[in-house]
């Protein structure tokens, strides 16, 4: 089991930035995807980024593509998400999670964060 903290969500205007974080802790990661998925109110959990642990692979969702940039420090064991051009439908907590294996949904990871607010004003 892979414990995960989120941080560094907030309040931002409409095209502002922020970077959010995700520290892991627990089993290694070597062969892991992390994942971030983000919840607005009254909506599903939605998919936006992954990465593996390992190598280079890296997917986006369409609607923040160009936008956000996943990327991870093995090192610190800690996956990054920077947002960038930021639209008030961005707002959502932003969760981050674990699992041995690629997918968009959340059935695919077995760890869960907390999870981050991150509010976008127009």
């Known amino acids: 089991q892979v414990q995960l903290v989120e941080s560094g969500g907030g309040l931002v205007q409409a095209g502002g930035s922020l970077r959010l974080s995700c520290a892991a802790s627990?089993?290694?990661?070597?062969?892991?995807?992390m994942a971030w998925f983000r919840q607005a109110p009254g909506k599903a959990r939605e998919f936006v980024s992954v990465?593996?642990?390992?190598?280079?692979?890296?997917v986006y969702a369409d609607s923040v593509k160009g936008r956000f940039t996943i990327s991870r420090d093995n090192a610190k064991n800690t996956v990054y998400l920077q947002l960038r051009s930021l639209k008030p439908e961005d707002t959502a907590v932003y969760y981050c999670?674990?699992?041995?294996?690629?997918?968009?949904?959340?059935?695919?990871?077995?760890?869960w964060g907390q999870g981050t607010q991150v509010t976008v004003s127009s």
């Open positions: 990465i593996a642990w390992s190598g280079s692979f890296t």
């Open positions: 627990g089993r290694t990661l070597s062969s892991y995807y």
């Open positions: 999670a674990a699992g041995p294996t690629y997918g968009s949904n959340v059935g695919s990871y077995s760890s």
